[in-house]
């Protein structure tokens, strides 16, 4: 995980009734670790012009024996940033493969220019980087807009 990322949520599946929904953690050594079905989500907002989203942002995991989400990832979303997130799939979903993640569009100017997200699997501890570098959403600076949902795959 970066060691840069000292922000952190912990975010439960939507379909869970356990409360509460989100706890904030400051530092990454308060995170929950080694939890199986556990990852940790960094997404990383581009040095664009207007990269910036205040929109709803949310993501799904899928992996070789299914999917988990989507997760409600709520943050700062600021230009040049990282945020963190923990979420527990409750369900294997196997080898990840991918990453759809997007936003609900819902504001004019939620535009979002992401460069990655880099996910931590706390079951095996391997690190998966997906990159994007794309708009999601009509781009804020004038430059070319994409769909508000794009699914990621690995660099590999």
């Given at each position: 995980?970066?060691?840069?990322?000292?922000?952190?949520?912990?975010?439960?599946?939507?379909?869970?009734?356990?409360?509460?929904?989100?706890?904030?953690?400051?530092?990454?050594?308060?995170?929950?670790?080694?939890?199986?079905?556990?990852?940790?989500?960094?997404?990383?907002?581009?040095?664009?012009?207007?990269?910036?989203?205040?929109?709803?942002?949310?993501?799904?995991?899928?992996?070789?024996?299914?999917?988990?989400?989507?997760?409600?990832?709520?943050g700062e979303f600021l230009r040049s940033t990282m945020q963190c997130f923990y979420v527990e799939a409750?369900?294997?979903?196997?080898?990840?493969?991918?990453?759809?993640?997007?936003?609900?569009?819902?504001?004019?100017?939620?535009?979002?220019?992401?460069?990655?997200?880099?996910?931590?699997?706390?079951?095996?501890?391997?690190?998966?980087?997906?990159?994007?570098?794309?708009?999601?959403?009509?781009?804020?600076?004038?430059?070319?807009?994409?769909?508000?949902?794009?699914?990621?795959?690995?660099?590999?």
């Open positions: 995980a970066d060691p840069a990322c000292r922000t952190t949520y912990f975010v439960r599946n939507a379909s869970s009734s356990t409360a509460p929904s989100r706890v904030r953690y400051e530092h990454m050594e308060s995170l929950p670790r080694g939890e199986p079905g556990g990852f940790t989500l960094q997404v990383y907002t581009g040095d664009r012009r207007g990269a910036s989203t205040h929109a709803n942002v949310h993501a799904t995991l899928i992996g070789s024996a299914g999917e988990a989400g989507p997760f409600t990832l709520a409750g369900v294997n979903i196997g080898e990840l493969k991918r990453v759809r993640i997007g936003h609900d569009d819902t504001d004019v100017g939620s535009g979002w220019y992401v460069d990655k997200v880099v996910v931590e699997c706390h079951t095996t501890g391997h690190l998966r980087e997906f990159p994007c570098e794309r708009w999601l959403g009509e781009s804020d600076s004038g430059g070319a807009s994409g769909p508000s949902v794009l699914e990621l795959h690995d660099k590999a």
